[in-house]
């Protein structure tokens, strides 16, 4: 079974920085997307970043300058480093990937369980 696992989030005051850690384990074949979303309490999911298998990568307006999406492919990680953090980047922040499994050809999405970053002003 695929699991996403994140870790690194925390609480820091406005300004400051966390890097965020996700590492995909189980049968996997190949990775094609992988992203950070977040999610604030009564709002909806968003997407934060996403970087292709390629390095390619995205960001939502509000955070471009400030966070940066990475991966290590042989390690089936991806990393958010978020610098100058402000109190309304809190929220839950679930890491997402595209991959399939070495039983099955098909590409899956798989989503981790998410960590929580508080930021206080």
């Known amino acids: 079974q695929v699991q996403l696992v994140e870790s690194g989030g925390g609480l820091v005051q406005a300004g400051g920085s966390l890097r965020l850690s996700c590492a995909a384990s189980?049968?996997?074949?190949?990775?094609?997307?992988m992203a950070w979303y977040r999610q604030a309490p009564g709002k909806q999911r968003e997407l934060v970043a996403s970087?292709?298998?390629?390095?390619?990568?995205n960001y939502a307006d509000s955070d471009k300058g400030r966070f940066t999406i990475s991966r290590d492919n042989a390690k089936n990680t991806v990393y958010l480093q978020m610098n100058s953090l402000k109190p309304e980047d809190t929220a839950v922040y679930y890491c997402?990937?595209?991959?399939?499994?070495?039983?099955?050809?098909?590409?899956?999405?798989?989503w981790g369980q998410g960590t929580q970053v508080t930021v206080s002003s």
């Open positions: 970087i292709t298998s390629g390095g390619s990568s």
């Open positions: 189980g049968s996997i074949f190949s990775i094609n997307v």
């Open positions: 997402y990937a595209d991959l399939s499994t070495r039983y099955s050809g098909r590409y899956f999405r798989y």
